[in-house]
Nanobody, 126 residues
Framework: VQLQACGGGLVQAGGSLRLFCAAS????????MGWFRQPVGKEREFVSL????????YYADSVKARFTISRDNAKNTVYLQMNSLKPEDTAVYYC????????????????????WGQGTLVTVSS
């Protein structure tokens, strides 16, 4: 499975960006798609997850009410709409796929994801 993440860039605080990540290759029918981010010098952290059918979404407390995750299964693509961006949102953003059943998925743990994209840099200036 290959994941291609795009949409990063430079934006001023308060602005918006939309990330998207397309999956290709062989996957199980039910795979969940998530976003993590890694600021420079820090560990990778969970941002958001959408379940395989789009019915369930999860967010880190730091992005709730500002970020919205969605997916289009016809295009095998996940989106992350980021509004009201803050300088502390600056990081490399990675999309990831997990084929673990949702009831067993530790969605905040990078170890529970099977495939990763290459990352896209988001820089928020103050």
């Amino acid at each position: 499975v290959q994941l291609q993440a795009c949409g990063g860039g430079l934006v001023q605080a308060g602005g918006s960006l939309r990330l998207f990540c397309a999956a290709s290759g062989r996957t199980s029918a039910r795979y969940h798609m998530g976003w993590f981010r890694q600021p420079v010098g820090k560990e990778r952290e969970f941002v958001s997850l959408v379940s395989w059918n789009g019915d369930s979404t999860y967010y880190a407390d730091s992005v709730k009410a500002r970020f919205t995750i969605s997916r289009d299964n016809a295009k095998n693509t996940v989106y992350l709409q980021m509004n009201s961006l803050k300088p502390e949102d600056t990081a490399v953003y990675y999309c990831a796929v997990s084929q673990t059943p949702l009831y067993r998925l530790r969605f905040k743990s990078p170890d529970d994801y099977d495939y990763w994209g290459q990352g896209t840099l988001v820089t928020v200036s103050s």
